[in-house]
């Protein structure tokens, strides 16, 4: 394996958000796989404007930091509520519970962590609803 990977994420890495059920509303693409990555995960993220994530989630091993890059949004974590706008960055623990909110242009942003493995993730439906 080369010592270096480059690849583009709207043209070489594929959209998830179908499998998610959340397409056309929201876009993820997750890079490490395309990426090679043995040790780091990194992830796009699109929301349309006002779309929020009802679902929350957490992790068993993976801390994550998310950049916003362009918009602006919500996030929740656990039960506290903050605005982020472009560039903001938020580190979140493995255990804590987040989820995003768009705002009115929408939210794109990258998400990086370590990889995790299966399981490493646990989601509940239903957990940002006020």
């Known amino acids: ?28 693409r997750f890079g490490r796989v395309a990426l090679e990555c043995e040790k780091v ?4 993220l699109r929301y349309a404007p006002n779309y929020r994530s009802t ?4 992790h068993k091993t993976q801390e994550e930091v998310y950049v ?12 506290e509520v903050h605005d982020l706008k472009q560039w903001d960055a938020i580190r979140v623990s493995k255990e ?5 909110a768009a705002g009115p242009d929408g939210v794109e ?14 989601t509940i439906q239903d957990w940002w609803t006020d």
Do not use: L
Not at 41 to 44: A, I, K, L, P
Not at 55 to 58: E, I, P
Not at 96 to 100: D, G, N
């Open 68 to 79: 916003v890059i362009n918009g602006s949004a919500q996030v929740k974590v656990d039960d």
């Open 55 to 58: 679902s929350g989630h957490r």
């Open 109 to 122: 942003m990258i998400a990086i962590g370590a990889p995790g493995g299966p399981g490493d993730a646990e």
């Open 41 to 44: 995960g990194v992830t796009y």
């Open 96 to 100: 804590t519970m987040r989820a995003f």
């Open 1 to 28: 394996m080369a010592g270096y990977t480059i690849k583009n994420f709207k043209a070489d890495v594929e959209d998830q958000a179908p499998r998610f059920g959340t397409s056309p509303d929201t876009e993820a």
